[in-house]
């Protein structure tokens, strides 16, 4: 039982004791990247900032790190896969990064991968590469070519 707020909400607490299992990790991305934060008919996140967030809308890419390879936007990050990955045009990677060595990574093509340590490791872009055998990150070229 996670520890919970004393007031009327009984909210859980993030920290201090809530332990997510692995298949939590992977429903809670799922959640996000697949789902856009809707559970069943019920929508509980704002897709438009879901959006944001998932680099899925050219408007709104949030913050650029000054070194140009990464982007933040409402929490989450994203890096640029394309170099890695052979695609042709930029291929941002939205990916949670946690203290210690936790990352959660939301590519394109349905993949979730996590990795969890303790050890300052934060390298996940092979794995992330390897999913694109099954289905590429990489983003479609349009046959008007745009």
Do not use: H
Not at 34 to 44: D, I, S, Y
Not at 84 to 104: D, L, N, Q, R, T
Not at 121 to 131: I, L, P
């Amino acid at each position: 039982m996670p520890r919970r707020t004393l007031d009327g909400a009984a909210q859980p607490f993030t920290g201090w004791g809530l332990v997510l299992r692995r298949d939590d990790i992977v429903k809670l991305a799922g959640f996000l990247s697949l789902g856009l934060g809707q559970l069943g008919q019920e929508q509980l996140l704002d897709p438009q900032m879901a959006n944001a967030a998932l680099q899925r809308d050219p408007k709104d890419t949030g913050y650029l790190t000054p070194d140009g390879e990464f982007r933040y936007n409402n929490g989450v990050w994203a890096w640029n896969i394309a170099p890695y990955a052979g695609c042709k045009e930029p291929a941002w990677i939205p990916y949670f990064s946690g203290f210690g060595g936790i990352s959660v990574a939301m590519p394109p093509n349905k993949a979730v991968y996590y990795y969890v340590s303790d050890g300052g490791v934060y390298r996940w872009a092979r794995a992330v590469t390897e999913t694109s055998r099954l289905r590429s990150v990489c983003p479609e070229v349009k046959p008007d070519g745009g």
